[in-house]
């Protein structure tokens, strides 16, 4: 694989300020509601993905100049965040040459060993920027920046199904599982659920993330937030620590080896509240996928996994007809009536089957986004080509897309 190339001895930028990265990220950071990423790619004008679409940020708005992001551009703009004992010396008649010493002593050598780097940010206004620098093409940067708004969202303006709120609200201890695509305000979600636990009750929180992405400021909790990289070597490590501080409730961003998948199932088992998130497309895939971590012992995880799930939520964001916001809909399957013997059996098809069967489960049992989804299309809030990207039954939802389709009072 190609070494990684070099930049210039000295920076040279433009001497306009408001054409460099920081300008128009700190710009679409103050009127960018609906913004949840940025694209910067060397070579390119830097783009953003909206509610609007994946759109130049110049064509977003119109106050940010446009101009092709060099690698300066990207290399300054880095060096400008990261903690380095370098910036603690620069040299202010020559901040580019600290820059440059930046990027040699501490970004370079990380991206040559490792092809990407995961580097969280602060933004404008208390926005998190969660960044990932990494090569494309032959040899060119790229940086991509989520974006995560500075305020946790209150649990009940999330537009989650009513039970589900109240099992959320209610639970104390047990295993919740928050799966879908990436985007889809998973952890957005965990931490509105943190956030009510931690205005309601008293005990201690402990989150383990990858990175942190929010701060969640203590109010009648004990609030711990450890990121792997800095406080923790992984995941999994700070799983087994957590299960001996007798923390009430756990957050953990990610599922991706055996020793964290098992820790996580026996977490809801110890009498904490155990909350974790996992990429997945499905309800019943999230449990599938959890369950293959653990091999050979997936029999006696999946008898743990009975016995202390609460649900699976599914969820996932859509944009709105308006361009300006996005709007949640999500599946959610409750451990309770027919479907605990289905994971205890490990019948996933049969527990598809009887999701997919009209009025085989109750409202308590299973909530597909297919309602919501229906709904919004019908109120046209959503399109329905954004609703059929989204849903885990296709069929189910065209039907129901038909009959409103056919007119008032049909569906």
């Not at 920081?22 to 070579?43: C, K, N, W």
Request: glycine fraction near 8%; charge should be negative; hydrophobic fraction near 40%.
């Amino acid at each position: 694989m190609a070494d990684i190339p070099t930049i210039q001895e000295t920076l040279q930028l433009p001497n306009d300020g408001q054409h460099s990265i920081g300008a128009a990220v700190r710009h679409a950071l103050l009127f960018a509601p609906s913004m949840t990423d940025i694209v910067i790619q060397e070579g390119r004008v830097i783009r953003a993905k909206s509610a609007r679409g994946t759109l130049p940020l110049h064509q977003l708005f119109a106050a940010i100049p446009p101009f092709l992001v060099t690698r300066e551009h990207i290399v300054s703009y880095l060096a400008s965040h990261v903690d380095s004992p370098s910036r603690q010396h620069q040299d202010e008649r020559n901040p580019s040459l600290s820059a440059q010493a930046c990027w040699d002593a501490r970004i370079k050598p990380l991206l040559a060993r490792q092809r990407s780097i995961d580097i969280r940010l602060d933004g404008r206004g208390g926005h998190s920027l969660r960044c990932t620098l990494f090569l494309h093409g032959s040899g060119e940067l790229a940086l991509m920046m989520r974006i995560t708004p500075p305020d946790i969202a209150p649990l009940v303006d999330l537009d989650l199904p009513h039970h589900l709120v109240s099992t959320l609200t209610e639970s104390t201890s047990g295993f919740i599982v928050i799966t879908g695509p990436s985007g889809s305000g998973k952890s957005e979600t965990a931490m509105s659920i943190l956030d009510w636990h931690n205005a309601q009750h008293s005990g201690h929180i402990l989150t383990i993330e990858d990175p942190v992405e929010k701060t969640i400021a203590p109010l009648r909790c004990v609030v711990t937030q450890r990121e792997v990289g800095h406080d923790v070597p992984s995941v999994a490590d700070g799983m087994r620590e957590a299960l001996r501080m007798s923390a009430d409730m756990i957050f953990i961003s990610g599922i991706h080896d055996a020793p964290t998948a098992e820790h996580a199932i026996r977490g809801g088992e110890s009498g904490s509240l155990m909350i974790a998130t996992t990429h997945g497309k499905s309800a019943v895939g999230a449990l599938r996928k959890i369950l293959s971590y653990t091999g050979t012992g997936a029999d006696a995880m999946r008898s743990v996994l009975a016995g202390n799930l609460i649900a699976v939520v599914r969820q996932a964001l859509l944009p709105a007809t308006d361009g300006e916001r996005y709007l949640m809909a999500a599946d959610v399957l409750f451990n309770a009536g027919e479907v605990t013997p289905f994971i205890e059996r490990g019948d996933w098809a049969g527990l598809e089957n009887a999701m997919r069967a009209d009025n085989r489960l109750g409202a308590r049992e299973w909530v597909s986004m297919n309602d919501r989804l229906a709904d919004l299309v019908a109120r046209g809030e959503v399109a329905a080509s954004e609703a059929l990207r989204e849903t885990s039954d296709i069929p189910s939802l065209k039907r129901r897309l038909m009959r409103i389709a056919s007119g008032p009072g049909m569906c």
